[in-house]
């Protein structure tokens, strides 16, 4: 799951610091996410899949599959 969030950051040109702020965080608290020191709470989970557009079960490593379920309830 980290390194997914790394390789979207990554291939949308952002750094670490934008994309903390987008979250409303430090890069420093960001940047943990990426190593894996702390687990990404669910609410920053759901915030990054709207922001990269892919499934949370992509972000988790549950499928290869970025697209995401087009129907919401």
Known sequence: MYK????LREDSDLNQT??????GMSQ?????YETGENDIPTA???RLA???NVSI???L???DVKERNKKRV
């Not at 420093?28 to 943990?32: A, I, L």
């Open 4 to 7: 997914r969030i790394r390789d």
């Open 18 to 23: 934008q994309i903390a702020k987008m979250l």
């Open 28 to 32: 420093t608290g960001y940047s943990k």
């Open 44 to 46: 920053i989970l759901i």
């Open 50 to 52: 709207d922001f990269y």
């Open 57 to 59: 079960d992509y972000l």
């Open 61 to 63: 490593g549950q499928t």
